[in-house]
Nanobody, 123 residues
C-alpha cells in the first residue's frame, strides 16, 4: 500500500513563500505519477495544482504558473511544492497524490492520497 505524508503547511502573509513536502513509500516517485492538489472554500472541490510524471515532466494550473514549482527526489522518495508570491486565494488544504502510469495532466484521477496539510495566506 502506498503511503504519503505531507508536511510544511502553515500561515503566511500574502507575498510570502512556503515549501510543502510529501514523503512517499519507497520507489513511489520513481515509478508513479505524482501531484499536488488542493481544496479551497467555499467550493471545496479537489483541484489540480501541479503534477510531475515519471520522467520529471511537469504541469501546472494556470492560477499558479510562475509562482509554484513542483519537484521530486527519487532517491529520497520526496515530492516538493515550492510556493512563492502566495495570495490569499491560495488558502486551502493541500494534498499529495499518486497514481500508476500512464501519467496525464491535472485532470487525471489519482488513486492514493495523503492526509493533507493546511496553507493559510493572510492579506
Amino acid at each position: 500500500q502506498v503511503r504519503l505524508v505531507e508536511s510544511g503547511g502553515g500561515s503566511v502573509a500574502a507575498g510570502g513563500s512556503l515549501q510543502l513536502s510529501c514523503t512517499a513509500s519507497e520507489y513511489t516517485p520513481r515509478r508513479r505519477c505524482m501531484g499536488w492538489f488542493r481544496r479551497r472554500a467555499p467550493v471545496n472541490e479537489r483541484e489540480g495544482v501541479a503534477t510531475i510524471d515519471t520522467r520529471g515532466l511537469t504541469t501546472y494550473a494556470d492560477s499558479v504558473k510562475g509562482r509554484f514549482s513542483v519537484s521530486k527526489d527519487n532517491a529520497k522518495n520526496i515530492l516538493w511544492l515550492q510556493m512563492n508570491s502566495l495570495k490569499p486565494e491560495d488558502t486551502g488544504m493541500y494534498y499529495c497524490g499518486t497514481t500508476p502510469p500512464p501519467c496525464g495532466g491535472l485532470d487525471l484521477q489519482y488513486k492514493d492520497w495523503g492526509q493533507g496539510t493546511q496553507v493559510t495566506v493572510s492579506s
